[in-house]
């Protein structure tokens, strides 16, 4: 029985109450520093599915591939990320569909602060973070080129501020609607690498997803100002009580909607409009690659037929044989 209590704090999240309602009674959980532990635990699970889909998947793909060292690794990246985010793309989906987040839009800042989470919802925050926090070890384990690590930290540490910033933050239902968002344009894009490193001339799925991309940032930023500006500020306690999990104040709407949601939304846009144009600048050099290789061997035979019709070469207008000397004119003769 002790051993089960202590695998208990492991395996299921912690820090669960029970409330009455109208339906019965309900059990809600609230963070605290016991979660600390149960992410412990789901990090390893997460290293452990990695290396499954690694070993079982990616790894068998690449041997039919036969790609370069560069190309296997953002592969073997892009094939690890493609897979999380389908199945957080679902899972977020469920989540927001049974708790009514996407059917009424209201519940993102009514009864604010949203102190108590149903078990689901702490459940895939919990994993969330576990994943992500696994993805640091991970560059050790995949020997990552340390040319590669900071764009993957930065990449990282931007996911931890904003899944534990909602969590901590008491902003737990904006924050799975956001991260629906976000994992339907990262799943499509990883897809289209995945794609376009077994084909290089297969580039449809990227214009497909700079549709979805710039789609889900304008949802995401139209949320964020609808639940962060309006809502939040049109409720009824506006005072810091962090012992009750309230942050509702003018100071921190300024903070967390500028600096926090705008600018991630700025980085990302950035990025966006890199690697738009560094695909522009590719197009670019394959097409002009492709138009001379068009045009080289033409050269060639045109200067063929020329030889072929002048057996020698020309010298102060005169055309001379091949071993140098002027062909003799034939005599006409005369009528």
Same mark, same amino acid.
Not at 141 to 150: A, C, D, G, R, T
């Given at each position: 029985?002790?051993?089960?209590?202590?695998?208990?704090?492991?395996?299921?999240?912690?820090?669960?109450?029970? =409330?009455?309602?109208?339906?019965?009674?309900?059990?809600?959980?609230?963070?605290?520093?016991?979660?600390?532990?149960?992410?412990?635990?789901?990090?390893?699970?997460?290293?452990?599915?990695?290396?499954?889909?690694?070993?079982?998947?990616?790894?068998?793909?690449?041997?039919?591939?036969?790609?370069?060292?560069?190309?296997?690794?953002?592969?073997?990246?892009?094939?690890?990320?493609?897979?999380?985010?389908?199945?957080?793309?679902?899972?977020?989906?469920?989540?927001?569909?049974?708790?009514?987040?996407?059917?009424?839009?209201?519940?993102?800042?009514?009864?604010?602060?949203?102190?108590? =989470?149903?078990?689901?919802?702490?459940?895939?925050?919990?994993?969330?973070?576990?994943?992500?926090?696994?993805?640091?070890?991970?560059?050790?384990?995949?020997?990552?080129?340390?040319?590669?690590?900071?764009?993957?930290?930065?990449?990282?540490?931007?996911?931890?501020?904003?899944?534990?910033?909602?969590?901590?933050?008491?902003?737990?239902?904006?924050?799975?609607?956001?991260?629906?968002?976000?994992?339907?344009?990262?799943? =499509?894009?990883?897809?289209?690498?995945?794609?376009?490193?077994?084909?290089?001339?297969?580039?449809?799925?990227?214009?497909?997803?700079?549709?979805?991309?710039?789609?889900?940032?304008?949802?995401?930023?139209?949320?964020?100002?609808?639940?962060?500006?309006?809502?939040?500020?049109?409720?009824?306690?506006?005072?810091?009580?962090?012992?009750?999990?309230?942050?509702?104040?003018?100071?921190?709407?300024?903070?967390?909607?500028?600096?926090?949601?705008?600018?991630?939304?700025?980085?990302?846009?950035?990025?966006?409009?890199?690697?738009?144009?560094?695909?522009?600048?590719?197009?670019?050099?394959?097409?002009?690659?492709?138009?001379?290789?068009?045009?080289?061997?033409?050269?060639?035979?045109?200067?063929?037929?020329?030889?072929?019709?002048?057996?020698?070469?020309?010298?102060?207008?005169?055309?001379?044989?091949?071993?140098?000397?002027?062909?003799?004119?034939?005599?006409?003769?005369?009528?």
């Amino acid at each position: 029985q002790v051993t089960a209590k202590t695998a208990f704090i492991f395996i299921l999240p912690q820090y669960n109450s029970s =409330l009455q309602s109208l339906e019965g009674e309900i059990v809600y959980y609230h963070y605290g520093a016991k979660d600390l532990v149960t992410i412990l635990f789901y990090i390893i699970i997460a290293i452990i599915l990695h290396a499954i889909v690694q070993e079982y998947v990616l790894d068998k793909i690449n041997r039919r591939l036969h790609l370069s060292k560069v190309k296997q690794s953002r592969f073997n990246e892009s094939g690890q990320l493609a897979a999380f985010h389908l199945s957080s793309m679902f899972w977020s989906l469920y989540v927001a569909g049974t708790e009514g987040y996407l059917s009424n839009p209201k519940t993102l800042w009514e009864s604010y602060p949203h102190v108590y =989470l149903p078990f689901q919802v702490k459940f895939f925050y919990l994993c969330q973070l576990a994943y992500w926090l696994h993805s640091l070890p991970e560059l050790y384990f995949q020997k990552v080129k340390k040319e590669e690590i900071p764009r993957q930290l930065q990449y990282i540490i931007l996911y931890l501020l904003h899944i534990g910033g909602a969590y901590l933050l008491n902003l737990t239902r904006l924050g799975v609607i956001l991260l629906l968002l976000q994992s339907v344009s990262e799943f =499509l894009f990883h897809i289209a690498r995945l794609f376009y490193f077994t084909d290089e001339s297969n580039q449809k799925l990227f214009n497909a997803w700079a549709v979805v991309f710039v789609v889900s940032r304008l949802f995401t930023l139209t949320l964020s100002v609808l639940t962060i500006g309006f809502g939040l500020a049109r409720a009824e306690i506006h005072t810091f009580n962090p012992d009750k999990g309230n942050f509702n104040t003018l100071l921190f709407r300024m903070i967390v909607l500028p600096h926090d949601v705008h600018f991630a939304d700025v980085m990302m846009m950035w990025r966006f409009i890199h690697f738009q144009l560094r695909r522009w600048r590719e197009s670019c050099k394959e097409q002009a690659a492709k138009k001379r290789t068009a045009i080289a061997p033409v050269i060639p035979k045109q200067q063929l037929k020329v030889l072929k019709k002048e057996s020698g070469y020309h010298e102060n207008g005169l055309l001379k044989a091949e071993n140098g000397s002027t062909p003799r004119q034939k005599k006409i003769k005369a009528p």
